[in-house]
């Protein structure tokens, strides 16, 4: 397997994206899946920051310079072009030209553009990007946290404002905080903690990750996914992915923080957000992506949920002792994954497979939301647990 998952990152999944890398600065918005390249679509700043990430995380374990090339590359265009100069923080997406489109201040978007910075910093030692991630931290507890009920507001204008639709996206609905934006600016923190250990700092990730403990994650270990600003529960399903993803990151974070307190307490959340995240698998090996509020199923296979059911069943394995010396249930999401979503011919991942077992073509290879995150971030886990 580890072989096999080395073998796929270094020769489909990141040659994919170095392709998609515009001279003029920065990467190209969007690839259809027929592989047709939009060089003038909009880009987003998930986009943008999740490639810094990948590559500069990439770097540190294959130091092959095109990877720290391509990651400097995305930093350059980023910071110039996504990172509000007057107010602060990260817009949401701009044109190819860098133009400002979508000004509005998702917390989601300000987390990932930390933790692409601080990823980049460790590799680069660049003052520069250590002080963008500081300011957009500094930011976001300025502006979005919530100094009554705890927690941060899912987004603001561009002037920090109040923004009546704060939806992250078509998929999710208006709230106050969620569950998605919160694990992310969870990550965010503890990563920039490695390479700014901040006393403050490290209080916020505490909070935040008994945030996730004790509001986010219900008794059965599912997570809640929406809320109103005092925490009270709007209704919402079940996500697999989120789930598993979670389960890991949780513990990760708290590892992050070298305080063995904090990761005492966090263990058996993760143990449980992982058992029940694995109540989506189905007998090929793969997670169905959710259960809805009906009570029905969505059972396409998202690239994003195959791949965080691999890592976060390797970490049940490792940290956990589940699975006995053998971390099956995780084979067995990266056969399903090798043998489905990867394309071998145009490369990267495909979106999902859909239930009739076809694949989902009507959505992007590339794009605002199709990043080499998730699938880049198994294989390097992969790469470091086994």
Known sequence: MKLEVRENLTSNILPYWLRLLDPRGGFYGEVKADGTVLRDASRGVILNARIIWSFAAAYQAIPEKRYLMAAVHAKDWFLKHFCDHKYGGVYWSVAADGTREDTKKQLYAQGFAIYGLSELYKVTKDDEVLKAAVNIYRVVETFFADKEFGGYTEALARDFSPLEDMSLSAHDINADKTMNSHLHILEAYANLYQVWPDAG?????????????????????????????????????????????????????????????????????????????????????????????????????????QAETVVGNLWLWKYHGIAGNLPCNAVRAWEYIRENLVDPIGGEWWWAILPDGSKDLSQPKAGFWKCPYHNTRMCLQVLSLL
């Not at 490290?202 to 809320?227: C, P, S, W």
């Not at 600003?229 to 590892?255: K, M, N, Q």
């Open 201 to 305: 700092l490290k209080k916020a990730v505490e909070r935040l990750l008994d945030i996730i403990g004790t509001k986010v994650m219900n008794t059965d270990g599912h997570l809640q996914l929406y809320f109103r600003r005092d925490w009270s529960v709007l209704p919402g399903g079940i996500s697999y992915g989120h789930d598993i993803e979670t389960s890991w990151l949780a513990l990760e974070c708290a590892f992050a923080l070298k305080d063995d307190a904090v990761v005492e307490r966090v263990r058996p959340w993760a143990l449980a957000m992982a058992q029940a995240g694995n109540e989506g698998l189905l007998p090929d090996g793969s997670m169905r992506y959710e259960r809805l509020l009906d009570g029905t199923f969505d059972d396409s296979r998202q690239w994003w949920v």
